[in-house]
């Protein structure tokens, strides 16, 4: 099939790309950094999704709208560049999966303030592109992560005391590794033919298990 993928030059973008071409799929990347990935199957387009014109590729089956920033460009890049893109791809006949890497903080709002408004955004507007490309048989789904091993949250992983304060409110006590992530996402995009328009939690525990049953003892 043919897989556009933004975000494909570094973390979570790059390991997805590299694990559809293993699958033998064809894989556009768009991102503003050049390409990192060699294969003959993957093609790579500098683009800064929020502003340039986006490169004219045809006939895209699966669309992985992945591409984020975490600084001030957070609504223009992560909610405007990700409907600029899914607008240009997404609306036409081939297409048979959409992808939204949300957050799990769009549920939480424990983040920067714009990077929560960005990743609350990308799950209404999944909604309805879930309601507009049902027609075409698409499944239209996001996935709101929690904390996952990137290079980019190296950071916050060597340092010890944030660490462990992390994993104080993650019950299931470690951060999601990014082949569990491509696993996900190729089951949402590819396996998946009946699930549409909803928002999949995968951090951990750390929204849903924290005790806050309050009782007299
Ligand atoms: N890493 C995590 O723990 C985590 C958790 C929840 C959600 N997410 C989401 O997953 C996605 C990927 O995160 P990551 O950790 O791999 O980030 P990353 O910074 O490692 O990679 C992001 C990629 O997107 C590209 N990019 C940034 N702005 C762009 C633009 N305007 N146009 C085109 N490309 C652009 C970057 O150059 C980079 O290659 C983001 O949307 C992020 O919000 C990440």
């Not at 003959?40 to 502003?51: F, G, L």
């Not at 975490?70 to 240009?88: A, C, E, F, P």
């Not at 091993?149 to 951060?175: A, H, Q």
Request: glycine share 6%.
């Amino acid at each position: 099939m043919k897989v556009l993928i933004s975000g494909t030059s570094k973390g979570i973008g790059k390991a997805i790309a590299k694990y559809f071409l293993k699958q033998g799929h064809e894989v556009y990347g768009l991102d503003v950094l050049k390409a990192s990935i060699k294969n003959d199957k993957y093609h790579h387009h500098v683009c800064d999704i929020s502003k340039d014109k986006l490169p004219d590729i045809k006939d895209i089956n699966i669309l992985i709208n992945n591409a984020g920033v975490q600084n001030s460009n957070d609504i223009d890049v992560n909610l405007k560049g990700t409907i600029r893109v899914t607008k240009k791809y997404a609306y036409q006949q081939n297409i048979k999966s959409v992808l939204f890497n949300a957050s799990a903080s769009a549920r939480s709002g424990f983040e920067f303030p714009e990077y929560v408004a960005s990743k609350a955004g990308v799950v209404g507007y999944m909604k309805t592109v879930a309601v507009d490309l049902a027609k075409y048989g698409a499944t239209v789904n996001s996935i709101s992560l929690g904390g996952v091993i990137t290079e980019s949250n190296k950071p916050v992983m060597e340092d010890k005391k944030c660490w462990d304060e992390i994993m104080k409110v993650t019950p299931l006590k470690k951060w999601a590794s990014l082949e569990e992530v491509c696993d996900w996402i190729y089951f949402l995009t590819v396996t998946n033919k009946s699930m549409t328009g909803q928002d999949v939690l995968v951090d951990n525990g750390e929204l849903n298990l924290n005790n806050t049953f309050v009782w007299p003892k």
